[in-house]
């Protein structure tokens, strides 16, 4: 099983352009989340979908937003990029308790 | 508002030592997890703990839930290299979201 697949790995964004971070999952898990991880910390949460059709704002949703048309797959938008979007963004899925985490895309905004 | 504080914040030990990481909160938890983060990848699910005072053993490292599930230790007997990363607790109050620590970054040297 692949788990939870991220894409891209890496990416560098100038401000004011979009993009949309993908996260695919293939374990028929109903939770689904956004974390980003600034250097050197821990994970803040961004937004989170208890099921397909719907999604629910984390700690620090500002300049974000995501969908959950399906259940394998959780989109992560940025619509108008900040130098404060730079950061590691994690996709994690789970069943009850113990999240399954993807590898990861680092951004960087400039 | 951080809501899981992680003490220390950073630890460098050579093989062979022991060491304790705390995960301490003003707020009951239902679950706490801890996780172990390689660098250029997502956290890895180490263990759940539910239930106050519960302790489980995981080969070297034991993981302890506070009688009032507001904390957490976790204990590394003979630290290894291999044990080296960063060590993140997370709580959940339900079952659809998990609060992250703050992380302790462990570094163990030959």
């Known amino acids: 099983n692949a788990g939870v697949t991220q894409t891209p790995k890496f990416r560098i964004l100038k401000i004011g352009q979009s993009m949309t971070l993908q996260c695919a999952q293939d374990?028929?898990?109903?939770?689904m989340y956004w974390y980003r991880q600034d250097p050197g910390m821990g994970l803040k949460l961004i937004y989170y979908s208890v099921g397909a059709g719907i999604t629910d704002k984390g700690e620090v949703p500002n300049g974000y937003n995501v969908s959950r048309s399906t259940t394998e797959d959780f989109p992560l938008r940025l619509e108008l990029a900040a130098p404060s979007q730079t950061s590691v963004y994690f996709c994690?899925?789970?069943?009850?308790?113990?999240?399954?985490f993807g590898s990861g895309t680092r951004l960087t905004v400039v | 508002t951080q809501l899981l504080e992680q003490s220390p914040q950073f630890l460098s030990i050579q093989e062979g030592e022991n060491l304790t990481v705390y995960c301490n909160s003003s707020?009951?938890?239902?679950?706490l997890q801890w996780y172990r983060q390689e660098p250029g990848e997502g956290p890895v699910l180490l263990v759940t703990v539910v239930t106050g005072g519960e302790v489980k053993k995981l080969k070297r490292l034991t993981f302890q839930f506070g009688d009032a599930r507001k904390d957490s230790s976790l204990h590394i007997t003979a630290a290894q290299p291999g044990d080296t990363g960063l060590y993140l607790c997370?709580?959940?109050?339900?079952?659809?979201?998990?609060?992250f620590g703050t992380g302790t970054r462990l570094q163990v040297f030959p």
């Open positions: 374990m028929n898990h109903n939770y």
């Open positions: 997370a709580g959940s109050k339900n079952t659809d979201k998990l609060i």
């Open positions: 707020s009951v938890f239902s679950s």
């Open positions: 994690a899925s789970s069943y009850s308790y113990g999240y399954t």
